[in-house]
């Protein structure tokens, strides 16, 4: 306030002393100094304070308001702003963001899941970001690629941006390193499901003890293994990896039909767990804990060298099927900006930090260097001497924020891992939807009544549990009941709306 009263007594003086002056050099000087004052304002204005939201898989780190220290220094010198961190643990997530978002509270940046986006876009939560991004986030559309950036378009507008990270998906099947050595298995030979019999008989004969193929809480064994996009939900898909826009019942083709008979058979033989539809854990906890031996999973590059370190064993791989990317691949994580949100310019200024600054990802993803973290090399870092992963005071989640090719490579990691991931985004397959959202709200009904049969059903028959000659008849009956005919036929009309707007 001192400041402000000062700069105007200072323009008083001088408008004074100007007033003596002729006209045209009165002129010229008063608009310079209305220029001076201008830029003395604006130096003046406080920092716009930022929150920042996201989701938090353990406890908050102890060190968390020293690392937001840390970026506070940068972005109080970039773009004069600060930014507050609030971690929300996942378990409450979901319910704490959308009580933040209708309550008004504030809140700029968030992480957006794919599965509730076009939810959040259809009820007014997000900020449209075309403007935004030509202007204050053009860093960001160059390190994703116009392919990658423009897959989260809703109706042709864009309202997050994907995180940059494993971008598409290969589906695969790992095992414990020690039972390949100790059994002699020819991971190899594994191309399709049926291949996978020979090693799941080898582990239930000789460790009788041991689930040959687990499945974590709440999802069946076999996971997306097929050539299918889910286009988001399953509810109508698109077969062949995408590559024909005709949207199908998924649990009424052959292909379907054909793994539920091969996951019954594999139940009965006891190669899946009698208690996989109940089961309460992870497959890396079941795997970490001695209960199973291997299971099928999504994978990408350095995936082995990831699940050896949740395990705390040597984990070894096989990739079953080529990388694809699709829709539901490259939207799973993103980022958007809140309606809450009282200044969405300077939130995708930040936002483009996380993509492009080296510095603010590393902060966010490893913390401070020498106190969390130590360099090996240029871009390869290890804990400080004395600390673990146990004690290490702060540790974040490198895929979530923004551009994971700019974070430091941790010791024991591929030194090439970004290059490598970078490889498998840009040569996957990639689906003709890509970039297709589907909009449920005309159908919100029939939408609701499906996802109560799928929750009934799915994971039941898909662990085996149910004989698939009675259950499946039923399954999609129910479906039809509950109104996926008509999902479907919505579905296939946006998707064909959008292809042609796409020029697909």
Not at 31 to 44: L, M, P, R
Not at 73 to 91: C, D, G, R
Not at 101 to 126: I, R
Not at 449 to 474: H, M, W
């Amino acid at each position: 306030m001192k400041r402000k009263l000062s700069l105007i007594s200072a323009l008083i003086v001088i408008t004074l002393l100007l007033a003596a002056c002729s006209s045209n050099e009165d002129s010229n000087k008063t608009a310079s100094q209305t220029s001076n004052g201008s830029a003395a304002s604006e130096e003046a204005e406080d920092p716009y304070e930022m929150t920042v939201a996201y989701f938090e898989f353990g406890s908050v780190p102890k060190d968390q308001l020293l690392v937001e220290e840390e970026i506070n220094k940068i972005t109080k010198a970039k773009m004069n702003t600060t930014v507050k961190l609030l971690p929300i643990s996942i378990s409450t997530w979901q319910n704490q963001v959308n009580l933040m978002l209708t309550s008004n509270e504030k809140l700029d940046l968030m992480p957006l899941f794919g599965t509730t986006y076009a939810n959040q876009v259809a009820k007014g939560q997000l900020v449209e970001l075309d403007d935004l991004l030509a202007k204050q986030g053009t860093g960001i559309i160059e390190a994703l690629g116009p392919d990658y950036a423009n897959a989260a378009k809703v109706s042709g507008k864009t309202y997050a941006v994907p995180t940059i990270r494993d971008l598409a998906q290969s589906y695969g099947f790992q095992i414990r390193k020690d039972f390949v050595d100790k059994y002699n298995l020819n991971l190899d030979q594994v191309k399709k499901l049926e291949d996978l019999e020979p090693i799941l008989k080898t582990i239930k004969e000789n460790e009788p003890t041991m689930i040959p193929l687990v499945n974590s809480a709440g999802q069946s064994p076999i996971g997306p293994i097929s050539t299918r996009d889910s286009l988001g939900d399953d509810m109508g898909v698109l077969l062949n990896n995408g590559q024909d826009l005709k949207v199908v019942n998924w649990f009424e083709t052959e292909e379907y039909a054909a793994i539920l008979k091969k996951m019954r058979e594999w139940y009965q033989a006891g190669y899946i767990g009698k208690d996989a539809v109940t089961n309460k854990e992870s497959t890396s906890d079941l795997i970490k804990s001695g209960k199973g031996s291997g299971n099928l999973a999504n994978m990408k590059p350095g995936y082995d060298v990831q699940e050896t370190r949740q395990a705390g064993m040597p984990i070894v791989s096989v990739e079953m099927m080529p990388p694809v990317a699709k829709t539901s691949t490259v939207t799973n994580v993103m980022w958007g900006i809140a309606k809450n949100s009282k200044n969405p310019e300077k939130a995708m200024q930040f936002l483009n930090l996380m993509y492009t600054d080296k510095e603010i990802v590393n902060l966010l993803d490893w913390g401070i260097e020498g106190k969390h973290y130590v360099k090996v090399s240029d871009n390869v870092i290890d804990y400080p001497q004395d600390v673990n992963a146990g004690s290490v005071g702060y540790s974040g989640t490198g895929w979530l924020f923004g551009n994971q090719f700019l974070s430091y490579i941790f010791k024991g990691d591929d030194e090439q891992l970004w290059e490598k991931m970078k490889e498998f985004n840009e040569n996957a397959i990639k689906s003709k939807a890509l970039g297709f959202t589907f909009d449920s709200s005309p159908v919100k009904t029939e939408f609701a009544a499906v996802t109560n049969v799928l929750s009934q059903y799915r994971v039941a028959l898909e662990c085996g549990a149910l004989d698939p000659d009675k259950a499946l008849p039923e399954f999609i009956a129910k479906l039809q009941d509950a109104g996926i005919d008509k999902v479907i036929t919505e579905k296939q009309k946006q998707l064909d709306a959008w292809a042609a707007s796409s020029g697909q």
